[in-house]
C-alpha cells in the first residue's frame, strides 16, 4: 500500500522547493536572462512574442493570412518563440529540434495547451470540480491534468479560468468556478498550485495561465465576445480577487480577454496589464493575448489596423501575440521608426525568457519530450481512480421526494431513457482535445456493473444530429420524436425511471451562449411524457451550466445534477444513485426559475425597496410574474442524511480577528459530508456591500448522531472590501454572520466592529 502511494507521488511528483536559497537562484536567473537578451537581435525578440497554433487543433478562428510554410521559415528564423496545440511528445521534440538546432541562438520554445480539465484523463468540467468545494482534491485534480500534459511535451497550460460569472446564458461558464469571488479564488489558488507545483523545473510541472484578463464573465446579455461594461464595485470585488489569488499563488503567465471593458478592449488595456497587474501586483511573468485578440483590436473600432493594434497591444503590456501575427509583422518596423521603444520589446522578451529558464528548458529543452514516460504516465490507472473520487464530489442531490433515492440493489425493473446515458463522448465536456472521443464510462455502463436489477435502455431521443467538433455548431433534434413510443412503453412497466437529458458536452464552452435554458431539443417533451406513464422519475442531468428546472422541480421526484464529469462519469453516476457514495457537492452558481432572472446571483445589493410593503402594492423590487429567489440558490445542495446546525456563537473577538463556531450534527441514518458555509453581511458601507457575502467554509465528515464543532477566523481579509479606487478597506459598524447548508441560511448572529 506504502509503495503504491509512493509510486503515484513519485508520478506526479510532489516535489517540494528548498526556499533558502531563492533569492540567489532569482539573481542567477536574471542574469542568465539579461546575457541572453544582450545576444538578441530586435527580430530575434520580437519572435519570442510571436505564437502559433500548429494544425492539429484549431481553437480559434483560422487566421487570414499565414501559412504552415511561413510558419515553419519563421520557425527556423526564430521568429516564434511558443507554439500552441502540438499533440504528443515525439511532435514537441521535432519543433523544439528546429528551434534549438536550426535557430542562430537555439532558444526553446514554450509549448501551450488547453489543458483544462484533463488532458488524456478528463475530470470533471471546472464548474462541476467547483461543486465539490473540496480544495485539495481540486489541486490534486490540477495536478494529475499537469502529470499527463507534461508527459506529452507540454509545459503551458492556457487554464485556470477564474473569471466569475452570473451569467447561465454564457456557455463559459462551464470553465469557470461560478459566481463567487471568495470560493473562485480559493479554487484559483488550488488549481495553480496544482499544475505549477513548488517547483516548476520539475517534468511533472507547468506553467499555469489565470485568464482572461479581466472580465470577460460579464458579457452583455450573456452573450459570446460580447461587451463587458461594468462598475468599479463588480470589478474589484467581483472579477479581481480570483485573478489576485493566482498572483498569491505563483501563477507565471496571464492571458488577456478578447472583451472590451468599459470601453477599452482588455488586450489594449493599459490600466489592466501594467497599472494593476504589472506595477500593483508585481507580476513579473508575461502576458498572452488571447487568439487573435490583438488584432481584433481593429473589429472593435479600437485601432485603424493590424499595425497600430500591434502598437497599442505592446504600450499596453501584452507580451505574447497568439495567433494575430501583428507583432511579427508590425513590431520591428514600429521599433524601427521610434514609434514603439525598444525596451518595451525588452521588458516582454525577458518576461517569456524568464519563464522558459523557469521551466528549465535551457537546460534541457527536451525535458518534457519523453516518449516512454508519455507511455507510462498517460492514463495511469491511479488517475482513474482519483478522476471518480473527484467526480463523486462534483455531483449534487437537487431533490429527493420520498427518499426515492437510493436505489435499492436488488430486485427492481430500471428503466434507463436517455441518449446521454448511452454516451461515451459528451460526459467528457468542451476541452477534449487531447482525449480519445467515447472513452467516458457511460451512465449505461456504470449502471449495469450493478447486477442486482433488470436495467433496460431506451434512448428516448435523439439529442442532436450532425457532426460533433469543438470548433463547429451542435445540431440540435427538433423534430425526430421517433424513439418516444419504445421509451414510454419501457416507462410504463418499470419500477423505475432514471433519465438522463441535459446538455451536450459541445452544448456549453466557447461560443456556445444560450438564450434558453431549459433541456434542449425535445427532451423536455419526452420527460412530460414519460411522466404521464410513470411518475418514479430519477432525472440526472448533464450540463455545463445552471439550467431553468422549474417544472422538472414541480414534478419529478428525485434530481441529480451529474453535469459532465469525464472519464469516469457513469462510475461515478451509478455509485451515487446506488448509496455507494453519499454526494455531498453545492452549488457554485444559483440555478434560475426563468430564464428572465438572469443574471441571478445570492450577493446581490439591497435595493432602496427591496421588501413588499403592503399586499398588493407595486413600489418594491419584484417582478409581477416570478418570485425573486432562485430555484435552487448558491451552495445548495442535499445529501442521503441530514445535518443540523446549532449553537452558532462568537467566541472572542480582539483587533485583528473574531472566533466564531457552530454545532453540526448529523441527524440522519447514513454518514455524511456537509459543506459548512460561512456568510458576512456589512450593514452599513459605504460604497455599499451585497446582503451577504461567503467569507468561509469547511468540509466535515459525520457519522449519524455525530456532531463536530466548525471554527472559522474572520480577520482584515474576510470583514473588508474595495472601494472605488480599487483600495481594500475595512470599515466599522455592524455586521451579521449567517451559518448553514446553504446561502439561504437564516441561523445568525452579530457583532460589531
Ligand atoms: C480562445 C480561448 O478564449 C482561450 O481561453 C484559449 O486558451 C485559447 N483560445 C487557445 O485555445
Redesign the pocket.
Known sequence: MIKANLTFFTIIGFFVLNSCGTNQKNDQLDQRVNALLAQMTLEEKVGQMNQYSSFWDI??PIPKEGSAAKQYDQLKKGLVGSM??VRGAENVRKLQKIAVEETRLGIPLIFGF?VIHGFKTISPIPLAEAASWDLEAIETSARIAATEAAAAGINWT?AP?VDISRDARWGRVMEGAGEDPYLGSKIAFARVKGFQGDDLSAPTTIAACA??FAGYGFPEAGKEYNTVDIGTQTLHNMVMPPFKATIDAGVRTF?NS?SQLNGIPATGSKYLQRTLLKEQWNFDGFVVS??GSIEEMVEHGYADDAKQAAQIAVEAGSDMD?QSLAYIDHLIDLVKSSAVPETLIDDAARRILRVKFELGLFDDPYKYCNAEREKSTIGHEKFQEVTLEMAKKSIVLLKNKNQLLPLKKKGLNIALIGDLADDKTSPLGNWILAADTNSAVSVLEGMKAYEGNNLEFSVGVKLHTGVLEFAKELNINTSDKSDFTAALNLAKTADVVVMVLGEHGFHSG?GRSRTQLGLPGLQQELLEQVFKVNQNIILVLNNGRPLVLDWADQHIPAIVEAWQLGTQSGNAIAQVLYGDYNPSGKLPMSFPKSIGQVPIYYNYKSTGRPTLPSPDEVFWTHYQDEQNAPLYPFGYGLSYTTFAYSNLKINSQNDTSIDVSVEVTNTGNVQGNEVVQLYVKDHFARPTQPIKSLKGFELVDLNPNQTKTVHFTLAEAELGFYDNDGKFIVQPGDFSIYVGGDSTTELNTKFKL
Open positions: 481553437t480559434g500552441l496545440n488547453d492556457f479560468m485568464k482572461h492571458m478578447f488571447d487568439w497568439m466557447e
